[in-house]
């Protein structure tokens, strides 16, 4: 199994409303990662879980909330966003933070705020 | 931190070859991924380098000159379905992150 698995695919939510992305992967990976791409734009680091604990909080602003409940499930909390949030918010795993290692990429949550 | 630079967009022909180039500039280079984005899909891994030199896998090949700052992605025997985004990773050890920062991405369009 090699995949990484996210729910839902496409989310709108106005700007008062709490929601969550969810992220899953059974390949026994260590590392797990939160990314937002805007259109024709590349992939934006948001956090890094490594051995689920968060390692990297690129300076996102509080209304993202990530979790990483266990080894196999990475969370994102949404609160209070902003229209500019809009965006394809993808989750990835690798099986560690350092190496060779590539990182695998679920489908992406493509999120619009109202 | 990274400065990396793709060409925006290339066009090229079905059953021709093409190569898309990367340029990098870091403080500790630790390795180069290339991607592949279709639109509106997620990213997929097609190869990774470390030492300089040419990998090769299949129609896909990249090559990276360290001492250059330099990478390439050669794709041959171009197929439709190869029309993507092809986006550039570097990995910097730099302040103790592991974590590679992804270029712009180069937006190849393949034509009949």
């Known amino acids: 199994d090699t995949e990484v698995t996210q729910t839902p695919k496409h989310l709108v939510m106005g700007m008062t409303n709490k929601k969550s992305l969810k992220c899953e992967q059974h390949?026994?990976?260590?590392?797990m990662y939160w990314y937002k791409q805007k259109a024709k734009k590349p992939p934006e680091l948001m956090f890094v879980y490594s051995y689920e604990k968060l390692s990297i909080n690129e300076s996102v602003p509080s209304r993202f909330s990530p979790e990483c409940p266990n080894s196999s499930l990475l969370n994102l909390h949404l609160h209070a966003l902003q229209p500019e949030d809009s965006a394809l918010y993808l989750c990835?795993?690798?099986?560690?933070?350092?190496?060779?290692?590539?990182?695998?990429f679920g489908p992406g949550t493509r999120l619009t705020v109202t | 931190g990274q400065n990396i630079d793709q060409p925006t967009e290339m066009t090229a022909t079905e059953g021709a070859i093409v190569q898309i180039n990367c340029t990098y500039q870091?403080?500790?280079?630790?390795?180069l991924f290339w991607y592949q984005q279709h639109a509106g899909e997620a990213p997929t891994f097609l190869s990774y380098n470390v030492l300089d030199g040419l990998e090769e896998k299949g129609r896909f090949s990249s090559f990276l000159s360290r001492s250059k700052g330099y990478s390439y992605l050669l794709l041959k025997e171009l197929q439709m379905k190869d029309s993507a985004s092809y986006l550039c990773?570097?990995?910097?050890?730099?302040?103790?992150?592991?974590?590679?920062?992804f270029g712009r991405g180069t937006s190849l369009i393949v034509h009949p």
């Open positions: 390949m026994g990976h260590r590392a």
């Open positions: 990773a570097v990995r910097d050890r730099a302040g103790g992150s592991y974590i590679p920062t």
């Open positions: 990835a795993s690798s099986q560690g933070d350092t190496g060779g290692y590539e990182q695998y």
């Open positions: 870091t403080s500790g280079f630790n390795g």
